[in-house]
């Protein structure tokens, strides 16, 4: 296999990758420049279904905005300009400087707004969190209820939270909030700032773009909020994102013990979100690529090996751990398919939102056989895609409405996880007024920032097109991924905020080349006007 057939495979996969994504992005971009989507507490007076808008009353309701597209014209412009205006004055910060500040920096505000949301977790993070301080003390009695037999996959997140919970008992004593928590999903938020800021050091080692990274993730307040949802989502991001850095170093340093980070980083990943075999298969995808550009390595091929069988196989190990110590056989779990189905039909939320009545209540109707709900779930997706194919107007819409409720809501959540969970007692006054008195002022921020991201990352996506480093497709790989996964299976606009993260890193580059542009226009102005001055 030559080395030239390599390089076409490369760049045939680069292109392929980028065209999809621009797509995507585009989509994405003008849709978030004519309208955007809300999440909001909606009762049963204010609901309304016709024609022009569907809002359903509930706790968990998408709402789709008409905006003002001249204003967020104009927002893009004053947002671009002040990040083209701040980006020299950070040239002198080294990569440590940058890593150290963005940390600093993010506990700190991270930390302070924990302290003032005093957010307690309901739902499934209520029932996570509280099978783990159970197994801490080693009452395993939750192995029997039916929230871990339908949800087998939670037990990754259980055990970490009972590892933090029996570190914070030994140092402090019993909790009793979860706030603890709360402040460690800060710490992971940290690291997976630096991560990207690395990520984007090691593919691209040009500074400028790594500055670019740092500042665009010094604004971002989306994810810092979110840090009070008790939740997978961010320490299992956090070791997805250092499993893609180390590989990324690995295939350019050739050292196999940076391969073996990366491949443990990816396991902590999917044992913490089984979503994170989204990372898993983008990362298979690089390492193939490289195998076949270079020349065969069985040090390569072993490194694919070895990440694939600890990703696939931590969490069966996990699950198989707790019911030995339980002496409890969790038995069938609802089959993926099921999340496919439900992901096909309408929601009271947004189409293709949780709803139970296709998943964990039929499961439990069909005396939880999993094969009866196998049968039950092929056969109402065939049923829908048959609708889908019958007719073709409402299937661009679902799915159109279902990708903008995900990617276009440019809070993912985070407001509204502040606003309809517990409380251990009343918000301070920092975010009473975020989540009362501005919370509009909060979420038009959001959605200016998120256009500006959505903008660079359009860009960075297009000049992938042209650039030969093939690792520049990395990050929008695995937004790729997770674009397509839950454009199939279940919609939650919370879930998309880890690939929002990673289109910051992409945005920096689409951005960075969007400064070179307006820099070399303003130095041919300013000769031009100087020719003629003189």
Not at 106 to 111: E, H, P
Request: glycine share 4%; with cysteine; hydrophobic share 50%.
């Amino acid at each position: 296999m030559s080395n030239s057939f390599g390089e076409k495979f490369e760049s045939f996969v680069r292109i392929f990758i980028s065209a999809i994504m621009a797509y995507i992005m585009f989509i994405l971009f003008f849709s978030s420049m004519f309208s955007t989507t809300d999440m909001q507490i909606v009762y049963d007076d204010q609901a309304v279904d016709n024609v022009v808008m569907r809002i359903f009353p509930g706790d968990e309701s998408v709402i789709y905005h008409y905006d003002d597209v001249f204003i967020n014209f104009i927002m893009l412009a004053f947002f671009g300009m002040i990040c083209f205006l701040i980006l020299p004055k950070l040239k002198r910060l080294s990569l440590k400087q940058e890593m150290i500040l963005i940390s600093i920096w993010t506990i700190f505000i991270g930390c302070f707004w924990v302290n003032s949301s005093m957010v307690a977790p309901t739902y499934d993070s209520a029932y996570v969190v509280e099978y783990a301080k159970q197994f801490a003390k080693d009452n395993y009695a939750g192995m029997e209820e039916v929230y871990l037999k339908e949800f087998p996959y939670q037990l990754g997140y259980v055990f970490l939270v009972e590892l933090l919970t029996k570190i914070y008992t030994a140092l402090f004593g019993e909790p009793t909030t979860t706030i603890y928590i709360q402040k460690m999903n800060v710490v992971f938020l940290a690291l997976i700032y630096d991560g990207i800021i690395f990520l984007n050091h090691v593919v691209f080692e040009e500074k400028k773009i790594r500055n670019m990274t740092f500042l665009l993730l010094f604004f971002c307040t989306q994810s810092i909020i979110s840090c009070t949802f008790t939740y997978g989502i961010i320490p299992a991001f956090t070791f997805s994102v250092w499993a893609i850095a180390l590989e990324v170093l690995y295939f350019k340093k050739k050292r196999f013990w940076l391969g073996l980070l990366s491949a443990i980083s990816l396991m902590f990943a999917v044992m913490f979100k089984n979503n994170n075999y989204i990372v898993m298969i983008a990362m298979l995808i690089i390492a193939f690529v490289q195998i076949i550009k270079e020349k065969f390595s069985f040090q390569r091929l072993a490194y694919m090996m070895i990440s694939a069988v600890l990703a696939l196989g931590i969490l069966p190990a996990v699950t198989s751990y707790y019911e030995q110590k339980s002496h409890i056989s969790l038995g069938d779990s609802v089959p993926y398919i099921s999340w496919i189905s439900m992901g096909m039909c309408e929601s009271t939320r947004a189409p293709g939102w949780c709803n139970a009545l296709y998943t964990t209540m039929k499961f439990e109707e069909l005396g939880m056989n999993a094969e009866s709900m196998k049968e039950y779930s092929e056969d109402l997706l065939q049923e829908r895609l048959t609708y889908f194919k019958e007719n073709p107007q409402y299937r661009k819409d679902f799915f159109y409405r279902k990708f903008t409720s995900q990617w276009n809501e440019t809070s993912y959540q985070s407001i509204w996880n502040n606003l309809v969970r517990e409380q251990y007692q009343p918000k301070g006054k920092f975010a009473e007024l975020f989540c009362y008195k501005q919370v509009d002022s909060l979420k038009a921020y959001m959605d200016f920032y998120a256009q500006l991201i959505f903008f660079g990352c359009l860009l960075a996506v297009l000049a992938c097109f042209r650039n030969k480093n093939f690792f520049a497709v990395a990050m929008p790989l695995v937004i790729l991924g997770g674009v397509l996964y839950h454009l199939l299976s279940e919609a939650k606009s919370q879930y998309a905020l880890p690939y929002f993260i990673l289109m910051i890193g992409v945005s920096a580059y689409g951005l960075c080349l969007a400064y070179d542009a307006f820099s070399r226009k303003m130095q041919s102005s300013v000769r031009f006007a100087h020719y003629f001055s003189t």
